[in-house]
């Protein structure tokens, strides 16, 4: 085994599954209501699942890619901004509050939020643009003859 190897092995042992699992559905339960109609309570232990095994994941692959397409199921699911800001301040947290955080634990928080974050903001953005052009789209139809 290598030293690389080695530290991604313990990276992943050192996070406890169980409380990244309660500090992520808790993040989302008290921002829940700031996301939008779609997102219902019954979504919260999903979210968090997800979360959790993605980030976990996270620490053994880091594939910024797919955390960013994550990103962006979350947006397409209805996650509000304060949810998600909360999904990473958790993850953080859980990290940072380790009894054994190791060096690679709290980057690898930081590089996954980060890629959590533009994929999120990514979607945002191309849904209010898909918006703004129907809504430029009926206005032209009403401005017609």
Same mark, same amino acid.
Do not use: D, F, K, N
């Given at each position: 085994m290598t030293q690389t190897e080695s530290i991604q092995t313990t990276t992943?042992?050192?996070i406890n599954p169980d409380r990244l699992l309660a500090e992520l559905k808790s993040a989302i339960q008290t921002t829940l209501f700031t996301s939008t109609l779609r997102v219902s309570p019954r979504q919260v232990n999903q979210f968090a699942q997800e979360t959790a095994a993605s980030f976990l994941k996270f620490l053994n692959q880091e594939d910024e890619a797919v955390i960013r397409i994550y990103?962006?199921?979350l947006a397409q699911a209805g996650l509000g901004?304060?949810?998600i800001l909360a999904l990473s301040e958790? /993850? #953080?947290r859980?990290?940072?509050e380790n009894p054994n955080p190791g060096v690679a634990v /709290?980057?690898?928080a930081g590089r996954y939020a980060n890629a959590l974050l533009l994929g999120y903001m990514a979607e945002r953005e191309a849904h209010? /643009? #898909?918006?703004?052009e129907r809504t430029h789209q009926a206005f032209l139809r009403t401005q017609a003859p």
């Open positions: 992943v042992s050192e990103g962006q199921q901004h304060q949810s958790a /993850l #953080r859980v990290c940072w /709290l980057p690898a209010i /643009l #898909r918006e703004q």
